[in-house]
């Protein structure tokens, strides 16, 4: 899962990005308020994780920016604030979430897996399909309740699919979804994480369709 991390202090966001990545996120980190505006008119991410302090452009501003776009995409605000005021003027400008500083990297993950799961309409923990569940918390796949034992790249691929049942995704998607700026990504490596799927699971679960992309269909 692709996410952006828009963080100015350093010490503070190496820590979260790379506790961030340590969770299976792709995290894309910026330090920039005008920078962070940018990458977010030109790509895709899955969470967004704002720092409201800034240089440049204010993260008010970057979220009201957003959702004058259209964009949907959930934010969690980290703030120094604990006002009503201010989490009342973030919630009326599109924030989903807060967390204030200092937080525990624990509560972090968990409040994200539930924004995650709030955007994709699912009210449970755990995706289910056909004897395959998997566990977005404690990173585990079972399928007719035997541990499949999936890399972190299988994991996050099967995730996305099973997240967007009865929907193609390309592998353009996946890989935008799958790895941040900073990672290198051979031409043939989802096709590799899908192989290694197939082989592991039901190989009828994921579909290819030519010319466009894989599909978890509907029963």
Not at 155 to 182: H, Q
């Amino acid at each position: 899962m692709r996410l952006l991390l828009v963080e100015d202090d350093e010490i503070l966001g190496e820590g979260l990005a790379e506790g961030l990545k340590m969770e299976g996120y792709a995290v894309d980190w910026l330090t920039n308020g005008k920078l962070a505006d940018e990458a977010l008119k030109l790509n895709s991410y899955e969470l967004i994780v704002l720092d409201l302090n800034l240089p440049d452009m204010e993260g008010l501003d970057i979220l009201k920016a957003l959702r004058t776009r259209k964009d949907e995409t959930p934010v969690m605000v980290l703030t120094a604030k604990d006002t009503v005021p201010d989490r009342v003027e973030g919630l009326d400008s599109g924030a989903d979430d807060f967390v204030i500083k200092p937080f525990e990297l624990d509560e972090v993950c968990a409040r994200l897996r539930a924004l995650a799961r709030r955007n994709e309409g699912r009210s449970v923990p755990n995706i289910e399909y056909k004897g395959i569940v998997l566990d977005p918390a404690a990173h585990q796949v079972t399928w007719n309740d035997e541990k499949v034992d999936l890399s972190q790249k299988e994991f996050e691929i099967l995730s996305f699919l099973m997240s967007n049942i009865g929907k193609v995704i390309s592998r353009a998607r996946l890989e935008e979804s799958l790895y941040s700026w900073d990672s290198d990504v051979e031409s043939n490596t989802v096709e590799v994480h899908i192989h290694h799927l197939r082989k592991k699971l039901d190989s009828s679960i994921i579909r290819t369709v030519r010319g466009v992309g894989y599909i978890i269909d509907e029963d």
